[in-house]
């Protein structure tokens, strides 16, 4: 990942820890039509899919799909 990918990826999780769930940040956060608690947020030329577990601040990034 080149450095350029990795501090907007480091953006992207900064805004995503205080807000991850639809509505409550600027970012255009859906839910994941196949996982419950996953979302997706674009990213680069796709999406990343991260998790939100219940009662949890705390974000796991998943995946990215191109």
Not at 18 to 44: C, E, I, R
């Amino acid at each position: 990942m080149s450095p350029g990918t990795q501090r907007w990826l480091a953006r992207l999780y900064s805004q995503l820890r205080t807000g991850p769930l639809p509505g409550q940040s600027n970012l255009d956060v859906q839910p994941h039509p196949l996982m419950p608690d996953a979302y997706t947020v674009p990213f680069l030329t796709g999406q990343l899919v991260f998790a939100v577990p219940p009662n949890k601040g705390v974000i796991g990034m998943l995946a990215y799909i191109p």
